[in-house]
């Protein structure tokens, strides 16, 4: 069974100034399991890395499968944060198409730009890339993946039934609400090949720019008409 992600936080939300140590040291985590992976990430690297000694992953984490779920928990509550306002729009939206239409954009927007510029800017780019390849390994990949899936899919899948007619639970709504997704993971999973082929360095800023306005046009356009109806 899968391990929930533990969320160790005031109720409040975010991390209180006493949490500075122990947010140190899951930043530190991160770009280490992105690095080498759960299974040959080295423990007491990490502890280098964040300027501890190695008891402390103990104390804070209880090892290192615990602080493998914290840094999950980490990127779960930084991705909802990122994807608030978005959210917010889409739960304001009523029955009209446009504002619903609308709405999905700004969400393809803000994903975007916590896959590609927050997420680099952090360093945690590769600890996501690697929850792809290694989720059997280590259950906080899962938890990660779900905690951020279901959210999206929740408001996604209300907004393309509203724009197509077709309600939420209907296979075919998930299947528009995927693969219009699946526009933009293109991209971010494919990271590498697309920066071959097109030249560039990274996807931030204007390429960043560029490769928004186009998901937002072709997204318009495939929910223009919808012969399935």
Excluded at 51 to 65: C, M, R, S, T
Excluded at 120 to 125: D, V
Excluded at 129 to 141: D, V
Excluded at 150 to 179: M, W, Y
């Amino acid at each position: 069974m899968d391990r929930p992600i533990s969320r160790r936080r005031p109720p409040t939300g975010g991390y209180a100034r006493g949490d500075a140590k122990r947010v140190q040291i899951i930043e530190a985590a991160l770009r280490r399991f992105g690095e080498d992976g759960f299974e040959r990430a080295s423990t007491r690297q990490i502890a280098q890395d964040a300027g501890v000694n190695p008891p402390a992953l103990q104390y804070y984490f209880d090892g290192k499968e615990g602080l493998h779920l914290a840094c999950a928990a980490y990127l779960a509550e930084r991705l909802s944060g990122a994807m608030r306002a978005a959210y917010r729009r889409a739960e304001s939206v009523g029955t009209d198409r446009g504002d619903a239409l609308d709405a999905l954009c700004d969400i393809m927007d803000a994903l975007a730009d916590f896959l590609f510029e927050t997420s680099e800017a952090g360093g945690w780019s590769s600890f996501l890339a690697r929850g792809q390849g290694e989720e059997g390994k280590a259950p906080a990949y899962v938890a990660l993946r779900q905690a951020a899936r279901d959210e999206l899919d929740e408001h996604c899948n209300r907004l393309v039934g509203l724009i197509t007619g077709t309600p939420p639970p209907d296979p075919r709504t998930h299947i528009r609400s995927l693969a219009l997704k699946g526009q933009l993971m293109a991209f971010y999973l494919g990271r590498a090949g697309v920066l071959e082929r097109l030249g560039w360095p990274d996807i931030r800023g204007p390429r960043l720019q560029m490769v928004k306005e186009i998901i937002r046009a072709q997204t318009r356009a495939a929910l223009a008409t919808d012969p399935l109806s």
